[in-house]
């Protein structure tokens, strides 16, 4: 993209933003478009063309814009929104955080299987600390206790600031760690694993939810993403809207 298009598309960014009902960091936000189709799609990188529409990043705020056919408004054309589109954006964050897993492991910062993960979360060598656990949505309870204990011993306070997580089958593990039975694995805190800790707190916070630490939880299990369909009732959420 010439340079004079991408200082007008940060100057369109912009003011979308100052258009929100209420003040909002693009981070917080997911961009959508039209499709040829006439669809509404998703743009979670916010890199297609066109113009565009943004909505506050949660599972409720998406909803509550399909409900109020807010796309249609926002970007003045025949757009007809998915009625599965809430769960639609939750399958693309949920590939877009194992693809950063994949690009975490490829930079060396991820560790898998049960001895080394213990290993790194009850003696961190000083250099060495861990960002995130993760278990396979199958991990047994009694693994997920050891590992819980050893962070604890390991970490000691710093723990209780670890994110657990264990939203993810363990053939997706497998697939994004190009192993086989992955059911415990860890980040190792740094560059490396950045991009995969900021793209997994935008899943939790779409579909808030937290992550559990060993204080909170006995087991360390955490509470994952409601994939496959709303939770039912009304979205409590406000659709945060504004057009480039």
């Known amino acids: 993209m ?32 039209a499709g040829p189709d006439g669809s509404v799609v998703p743009d979670i990188r916010a890199r297609l ?13 998406v ?35 194992l693809q950063a897993l994949s690009l975490a492991n490829k930079a060396g910062a991820a560790v898998t299987g049960f001895g080394k993960v213990e290993a790194l979360a009850a003696n961190p060598d000083g250099r060495t600390s861990i960002a995130a656990l993760l278990h396979a949505r199958e991990a047994a309870p009694d693994g997920r206790r050891k590992l819980a204990q050893a962070l604890h011993r390991g970490h000691n306070e710093r723990s209780d600031t670890i994110p657990i997580i264990d939203c993810f089958e363990g053939s997706h593990l497998d697939l994004a760690l190009g192993r086989t039975h992955v059911i415990h694995a860890a980040l190792v805190a740094g560059s490396g694993s950045d991009g995969f800790m900021t793209r997994w707190h935008r899943l939790a916070r779409y579909c808030m939810t937290g992550f559990s630490t060993p204080r909170h939880e006995a087991h ?21 809207m504004g057009q480039e």
């Open 49 to 61: 063309p066109g113009r565009g529409v943004w909505i506050e990043a949660t599972r409720e705020a």
């Open 220 to 240: 360390a299990t955490s509470v994952t993403p409601q994939t496959g369909g709303a939770s039912g009732g009304e979205p409590a959420g406000e659709a945060i």
């Open 63 to 97: 909803s509550e814009a399909v409900r109020r056919k807010t796309f249609a408004r926002s970007l003045k054309a025949g757009v007809k929104a998915s009625p599965t589109l809430a769960d639609d954006v939750e399958g693309l964050l949920c590939r877009d955080v």
């Open 2 to 33: 010439p340079a004079h298009e991408d200082s007008s598309r940060r100057e369109e960014d912009s003011r979308t933003c100052a258009l929100s009902r209420r003040p909002m960091a693009k981070e917080a936000m997911i961009r959508f478009v």
